[in-house]
């Protein structure tokens, strides 16, 4: 029985699918057992427990052979040391306590002298666990470069925002970044040690870079030309306040992680190597493979309420999951969801694009103008789509019969954009349309263009969905179709 604590997190929640794939018997501790609803598969389990209440954490220890220790408290307050400190000792006394093997626990690079506290904070937990007398294998990482981890998603924020950055000294720290793919392969590596002492091991990419380096690695994938302006007398705490109004949600950890980077986090022992068969990427390949995992994320499964609902609403220009921007809107249809799909296969090209076709017709003659493609394309086929087809100013990402629709822009814009139909049925027979526009924004001028015209994305959008609505109860009449509307 394997124990994974942190399973909602960036890093625990990638471990928990990699385990799972490998067959795993898992155990998810979380203090909100909830939010892993529809996660797990059916080898796995959630269980309430938390690290700062002993008593709690018998049950999910028990029969424990291996425990995944994921548990960090710096975006808990001021008092985040003491209650680091307080988790593991009441952590690593249950492992004991209940027989555990082994703890595997995730730590932080950078030599002793001079550690902020937020990387003090990590080594000192890793001796705590040690401490209880359970072996302990330390994995030591520096940024990890995936959606979700916080010091990646604070720069991308930075890339995202900021044309020109006034840069403090930490820009040029060393470091030695890892793709999160390869943090979690080291993690599930863990599983075929030999039994034995504690060990730490530090890991790290291929490359040692400064963070400049990463900025401009992030800013290269994403298309944007972005300027550092270097300025030694940022210290930590004008720093950390330069953060919190540039990337306001990081104020509140903004000198914890500013102290951090002002620390170097490069790999100097290189046991990892030998003991474990992970060849980690470089800072080109590992930015690259976040972007792109990050893409199949955002394209996995359809859109539901449920999953818009994970997101921020915005006052205006819709709901915001990560950095994408999103209008959905659904209609309720009284037919199957094959009837349902038929006007969505058949959208664009001779057929038009339903309602406002003019608008279209519009944009299109303003991406010509631009230099795009335009919306004079058509289409392959008038009745059927396939991945890779054209379909005017769009192409087909993917097409699951009856189910999905998802289409690319490939017109001029200040971002990438994504229009997808999501057709599920219903316990009465009927079924749910849903149309989901998704806008990655390139930087300040794709938000401006994002906020400035959705007023007329959500008209456009909504006629579309409507129509649709009313061409698929026209063509199946025979059938008794009807349409309500949310």
């Known amino acids: 029985m394997i124990l994974l604590t942190g399973a909602t997190g960036c890093i625990g929640g990638r471990l928990l699918a990699a385990l799972e794939e490998r067959c ?27 690290c700062l209440d002993p008593a709690s954490l018998q049950a999910p220890l028990a029969g424990v052979d291996t425990a995944y220790y994921l548990v960090h408290s710096m975006g ?4 985040f040391e003491a209650q680091d400190r307080a988790a593991a000792r009441n952590f690593g006394a249950a492992a004991r ?8 626990y995730v730590g932080g690079l950078g030599a002793q002298a001079g550690l902020s506290r937020h990387l003090r904070s990590r080594h000192e937990t890793g001796e705590l666990l040690r401490e ?31 044309p020109v950055m006034v840069c403090p000294a930490w820009v040029r720290t060393p470091t030695q970044p890892i793709a999160l793919a390869d943090l979690v392969a080291y ?3 863990v599983l075929d040690l030999p039994p034995g002492e504690s060990r730490v091991f530090e890991v790290g990419g291929a490359d040692v870079v400064s963070y400049a380096d990463i900025i401009r690695g992030y800013a290269r994938q994403r298309g944007f030309r972005r ?4 300025v030694p007398l940022l210290t930590p705490r004008l720093s950390s306040l330069w953060l919190g109004l540039t990337t306001p949600v990081y104020a509140r950890v903004g000198r914890e992680l500013v102290d951090g980077l002002r620390t170097a986090t490069v790999a100097n022992d290189d046991a990892a190597r030998t003991a474990f068969p992970v060849r980690p990427l470089g800072l080109r390949q590992a930015m690259e493979r976040a972007v792109d995992e990050e893409d199949a994320v955002f394209a996995a499964g359809p859109w539901t309420e449920a999953r818009l609902s994970a997101g921020a609403a915005l006052r205006w220009g819709g709901v915001r999951v990560r950095t994408r921007l999103i209008h959905s809107c659904a209609v309720d249809v009284a037919l199957p969801p094959s009837a349902a799909f038929v006007p969505i296969r058949r959208i664009g090209g001779a057929n038009g694009w339903y309602y406002g076709d003019w608008l279209w017709r519009l944009r299109g003659l303003v991406d010509r103008l631009m ?4 919306m004079g394309r058509g289409r392959r086929d008038a009745e059927h789509l396939a991945a890779g087809d054209v379909v005017d100013c769009w192409r087909v990402e993917a097409c699951e019969p009856d189910a999905r629709l998802r289409l690319a822009a490939e017109m001029k814009l200040p971002g990438r954009a994504w229009l997808q139909f999501d057709v599920t049925p219903r316990e009465d027979g009927g079924a749910t349309v849903r149309q989901t526009a998704v806008f990655d924004a390139a930087g300040l001028a794709g938000r401006a263009y994002w906020h400035a015209l959705y007023p007329v994305h959500v008209v456009l959008f909504r006629g579309l969905l409507r129509s649709i609505a009313r061409r698929a109860a026209t063509e199946a009449r025979a059938a008794g179709g009807g349409v309500r509307v949310h």
């Open 187 to 189: 993690l599930v590596a």
């Open 227 to 230: 300027w550092l302006i270097p």
């Open 371 to 374: 230099g795009g493609v335009g």
């Open 24 to 50: 795993h018997t898992l155990r998810c501790m979380t203090r909100r057992p909830a939010a892993l609803a529809g996660r797990l598969g059916p080898r796995s389990e959630a269980v309430h427990g938390d």
């Open 76 to 79: 808990g307050g001021a008092d």
């Open 132 to 162: 209880a007398g359970v072996p302990v294998v330390e994995l030591r990482s520096g940024i990890v470069l995936g959606a979700g981890s916080l010091s990646f998603e604070l720069i991308r924020a930075l890339v995202e925002r900021l």
């Open 97 to 104: 306590s209940a027989g555990v093997r082994r703890i595997v």
